[in-house]
Nanobody, 128 residues
C-alpha cells in the first residue's frame, strides 16, 4: 500500500504565506509525478501545480504562477509547496496526487484522473 500524507494547511490572512508538504511512502512504487490540486466548496477539483520527479520540471496554474513554488526532499519522497501572497480565492482543500508515470510532458498532469494515489487533503483558508 502507498500512503500519501499532506500537512501544513491552516488559516492565514490575505497576503500571508503557508507551506504545504506531501510525503509518499510504501512498497514497490515509483514517483514520477507529484502534484497539488485544490477543491473549493461546490467546485470541481482544479490543478494547482505539478512536479516531474525525473527531470525536476515544474508546472503551475496561471492563477498561482509566481506565488507558489516547489522544493523537494528526495531522501524522504517529500515535496513542499510554498504559497505566498495568498488570496481569498486560494481558499480550498488542497490534495496531493502521486503518479507513477511521467505525466507532464504529455500534458496529462493537469487532470486529476491520471494520478494513482491521493492524500486525504488539507484545508487552506485565506481571510480577507
Amino acid at each position: 500500500q502507498v500512503q500519501v500524507v499532506e500537512t501544513g494547511g491552516g488559516l492565514v490572512q490575505a497576503g500571508g504565506s503557508l507551506s504545504l508538504s506531501c510525503a509518499a511512502s510504501g512498497r514497490a512504487f515509483t514517483i514520477r509525478t507529484m502534484a497539488w490540486f485544490r477543491q473549493a466548496p461546490g467546485k470541481e477539483r482544479e490543478f494547482v501545480a505539478a512536479f516531474s520527479w525525473s527531470n525536476t520540471h515544474t508546472y503551475y496554474a496561471h492563477s498561482v504562477e509566481g506565488r507558489f513554488t516547489f522544493s523537494k526532499d528526495n531522501a524522504k519522497n517529500t515535496l513542499w509547496l510554498r504559497m505566498t501572497s495568498l488570496k481569498p480565492e486560494d481558499t480550498a482543500v488542497y490534495y496531493c496526487g502521486v503518479g507513477q508515470q511521467d505525466l507532464c510532458p504529455g500534458g496529462e498532469c493537469y487532470s486529476h484522473y491520471e494520478y494513482d494515489y491521493w492524500g486525504q487533503g488539507t484545508q487552506v483558508t485565506v481571510s480577507s
